[in-house]
């Protein structure tokens, strides 16, 4: 039984990681085109930090996905510790209500959102895709912070009050504490969704101001530079020691 | 509460920040160019900011479709575009478009061929509007491999043999421009039964189509996923560079010739950095640095001259025969009604 | 938590704010443009060009594409998060997240890699070759794409799942099995109720993209293959159609709409019995 479980679970990690081995593959391969393997080379890497659209375009994608992550996260807990004493109905109904964005089409959100912008007379550009990624983000973190908030016991809390804590005092010495992995949760969930997003970016961005979706997808039909590839691999690499260094200090405590 | 409230301001700033960061570009000597991807030698926009001073914001597009609505929508003040023939009339009739000063054009006047500005007229009449910037022809690329019969015609397209090996484009007047001309019809058809007719072809032909593909078809030839492709001339000579198996034929029964032109909006900011850059485009050693990038065909009269890579200067794909794009037409805007109607018969194709 | 109603409101109303702009006037929006044609008079036929050949055909491809991929999915997902909250007590946190992982990177070049793999030259085809086994072509069909949907779908129905999973306290499972019960019967009547909000959040996570998505299906099915949300793309993008576009999006909405319904249901005798 052992045995099969593991058989299982290399064949859904091959299936993960398969295409991931490809991409990593195609950033050594000499030929720019696709599927027509001619060598190898390390000249992407190279000519990657040389291309500035790429590197501008990386430095958008963390600086809007740090920042868009950021503000939804504490938009979210705001709203989520509102909506833990309002009843159950309306809670279901604004939760709804949050959900919409991400639940609509993206390229209806996406679209939408540019006509709101033009109509309130904003300049498109850095602002609105960051504001258009706050918009989507807060639901991701709500999902997560509002089960482990309702779960919470409201009696350590009233404890800490009741030995002369201020409520801020009070919030984040009991409350914060305990929402702490629905909030990082949250806040990765968030920056993942921002920095994967290229259709609402696409129609909320302004003239020269890509992320990395949106230089790919531009790519995507004329044939993807391989300096993507490189990057993407760099990029899996970074994460990978992340999650490693992640899951072994966790293991510490 | 208080930490909070600083908190949220902090952000805000930041937000703000970011507005004012990205309008402070304004001041600045600038040009919005919006081009589609990969059309230009990046190079040369390097070029000609150190000789201008000017700094150029540089975006790109994948469809004509896909810019039109973000020029209409006046989502961003682009001052120079390059739409295909059929929309640089259909943007002219919207009013999206402002004259071109040829006095400030002199490349232009001087290096552009004037059977390109000739043919431009049956899309900008009085040649006011629009600088010719690439052209080319639509054609097949067959693997030589794998393809033994001659291939002269688009009616190849439809044989049995090579089942799972044709790849066609993928969009509407590029797809029924093929059952039209084997009918003998205009490109430009309006006959609603005509074209319901080349539509069915396109159906009968599905189950022999490996893809539906846009500029995929360059990856896909070259790998040899597949034997017959319809394909613009410049991915052509590109595809045949990297896969001495391929040829290139433009069918006798006619195709589409067209042309990208540079233009100039109606609500640009910059209208005399736009000129100097339109100019700049038709110099002849820019134009030569920006075909050799592209290996699309180019409407510079200088370029072949210029030219020192063999390959290229010797290629009838990129210098054809004048014989070829005689007679050829070029697709015209058939107005929103016709369009739709278009695109309606793609639709069916696609669902079936 | 609050001492007065006041100050909750007072952390409600950045919300109540926030979703009036940018939740709601977008959706009117949207609403406005669905029911009015393009002269600006309110007109139904843009909803009932639902019922024509092309657009029809299309949702019912995309909904039928969209469930098998959540089916799939939560087939694939379930046994997988098992093993992983029970490895997890041994092997920590790591395996776990290396199942997530691939979510990081970006989903337009790994389905580029996809079809990589799949197509008539591609990596399967000449692995199978080097084994002298017939060819299996894959790319440019209905398959290649449901593939494509459950390899970027899967991360968001194993994380909900998983947690949900990992709640469950053991000791409830053993004393079933101590009780005779078998492992078949262990997992639909305990661990499968006390996992099914996870569950249920996952099909909604994977099923509402699957069904929008334009992205995957016009590289892996060669555009021989018309989803709904490539039409509502191709309205929007390419034929500029947005009162069209819009109204098919409503029709779109109205799958979501139930699908919502459904989970507060659920969510609803879920919390009744955990309050």
């Not at chain 1, 809670?91 to 639940?103: E, G, Y």
């Not at chain 1, 006509?115 to 989507?136: E, R």
């Not at chain 2, 790998?223 to 034929?249: H, K, Q, R, W």
């Not at chain 3, 262990?186 to 499968?192: C, V």
Request: hydrophobic residues 50%; negative net charge.
């Amino acid at each position: 039984m052992a045995k099969l479980k593991t058989i299982y679970l290399a064949i859904i990690f091959l299936f993960l990681y398969a295409p991931i081995g490809v991409l990593i593959a195609q950033s050594f391969n000499e030929s720019r085109y696709r599927g027509n393997w001619t060598g190898f080379t390390l000249k992407w890497y190279e000519s990657l930090f040389e291309n500035e659209d790429i590197l501008n375009a990386l430095s958008n994608t963390i600086s809007i996905g740090f920042f868009s992550a950021l503000i939804a996260t504490i938009f979210a807990l705001i709203t989520c510790l509102a909506l833990r004493e309002v009843g159950k109905k309306w809670r279901a109904m604004f939760m709804s209500a949050a959900n919409v964005p991400i639940l609509n089409a993206d390229i209806v959100t996406g679209i939408s959102l540019m006509l709101l912008f033009l109509g309130l007379g904003m300049k498109l550009g850095y602002g609105s895709i960051l504001l258009a990624h706050v918009v989507f983000n807060v639901p991701y973190v709500m999902l997560c912070i509002m089960p482990q908030l309702i779960a919470l016991d409201k009696s350590f809390y009233e404890a800490a009050l009741d030995l002369g804590a201020s409520p801020f005092k009070a919030f984040t010495s009991v409350v914060l504490p305990e929402l702490r992995p629905s909030i990082f949760a949250g806040f990765l969930l968030a920056f993942t969704m921002s920095a994967d997003d290229f259709i609402i970016t696409y129609f909320t961005r302004g003239a020269g101001v890509d992320t990395l979706p949106t230089a790919i997808y531009s790519q995507l039909k004329l044939g993807i530079h391989p300096e993507m590839y490189a990057l993407s691999t760099l990029v899996f690499f970074t994460i990978l020691i992340f999650v490693i260094l992640f899951a072994m200090n966790r293991k510490k405590i | 509460m208080k930490k909070i409230f600083a908190f949220t301001i902090f952000i805000c700033c930041i937000i703000l920040g970011g507005c004012t960061l990205v309008e402070k570009d304004d001041a600045k000597n600038i040009l919005y160019v919006y081009n589609w991807g990969d059309y230009v030698d990046p190079e040369t926009l390097k070029i000609f900011e150190e000789e201008t001073g000017i700094h150029v914001v540089y975006d790109t597009y994948d469809t004509n479709e896909s810019m039109y609505p973000r020029i209409k929508e006046g989502a961003i003040h682009y001052d120079v575009i390059c739409p295909s023939d059929y929309m640089i009339q259909k943007m002219i009739a919207n009013n999206l478009l402002q004259p071109l000063d040829f006095e400030k054009l002199p490349n232009a006047k001087k290096y552009i061929g004037e059977k390109f500005f000739e043919q431009s007229r049956a899309f900008d009449p009085d040649n006011k509007f629009s600088v010719p910037y690439c052209w080319g022809t639509v054609g097949i690329v067959y693997n030589t491999s794998l393809v033994k019969d001659e291939v002269d015609s688009w009616k190849i397209l439809w044989d049995e043999k090579y089942r799972n090996e044709i790849l066609m484009q993928d969009s509407a007047r590029d797809a029924l421009m093929v059952p039209l001309k084997i009918m003998g019809k205009s490109l430009n058809e309006t006959d609603k039964e005509v074209l319901e007719k080349a539509r069915d072809m396109l159906i009968e032909q599905k189950p022999l189509v490996q893809a539906y593909v846009v500029d995929e078809v360059k990856d896909k030839m070259i790998s040899g996923e597949a034997a017959i492709a319809v394909v613009f001339s410049g991915e052509a000579l590109m595809i045949m560079l990297e896969n001495p198996d391929t040829d290139f034929v433009v069918p006798k029964e006619g195709t589409n010739f067209w042309i990208d032109s540079w233009v100039i909006t109606r609500d640009a900011e910059n209208v005399d950095n736009a000129h100097k850059f339109i100019d700049f485009m038709c110099r002849p050693d820019i134009a030569v640095t920006n075909f050799d990038y592209l290996g699309y065909s180019t409407p510079n009269i200088a370029v072949q001259e210029l030219e020192e890579d063999e390959d290229y200067k010797n290629s009838p794909v990129a210098f054809p025969d004048p014989a070829v794009y005689e007679n050829q037409e070029t697709y015209i805007y058939l107005g929103e009604e016709m369009d739709r109607f278009y695109n309606r018969q793609w639709m069916r194709v696609k669902v079936e | 938590m609050f001492r007065s109603v006041g100050i909750r409101n007072l952390f409600l109303a950045p919300f109540c704010i926030w979703a009036g702009v940018f939740i709601f006037v977008p959706l009117i929006f949207i609403a406005w443009y669905g029911v009015t044609n393009a002269d600006g008079n309110f007109s139904l036929e843009n909803l009932e060009m639902i019922f024509q050949t092309e657009f029809f055909r299309s949702l019912e491809v995309s909904v039928i594409l969209a469930l098998v991929s959540t089916i799939v999915c939560l087939i694939l997902a379930y046994p997988l998060c098992l093993i992983l909250v029970e490895r997890a007590k041994s092997a920590g946190l790591i395996i776990t997240l290396l199942f997530v992982l691939p979510l990081w990177m970006n989903t337009l070049l790994s389905t580029m890699a996809w079809q990589t793999i799949l197509e008539k030259n591609g990596i399967l085809n000449q692995l199978l070759r080097f084994f002298s086994l017939p060819d299996f072509t894959l790319i440019n069909t209905s398959a290649a794409v449901v593939i494509g949907m459950i390899y970027n779908y899967l991360p968001y129905m194993v994380l909900p799942l998983y947690v949900a999973l990992s709640k469950i306290d053991l000791s409830v499972i053993e004393a079933a099995k101590d009780l005779g019960a078998s492992t078949w019967k262990t997992f639909y009547k305990i661990i499968l109720p006390l996992s099914l909000p996870g569950a249920i959040s996952g099909v909604t996570m994977v099923f509402i993209p699957a069904l929008t998505t334009f992205a995957i299906s016009a590289l892996l099915g060669g555009g021989k293959l018309l989803l709904i949300g490539n039409v509502i793309e191709q309205e929007f993008t390419f034929e500029y159609d947005w009162h069209l576009g819009s109204a098919l999006s409503i029709v779109l909405m109205i799958f979501i709409v139930v699908n919502m319904i459904i989970t507060l249901a659920f969510d609803n005798s879920h919390e009744e019995t955990s309050d």
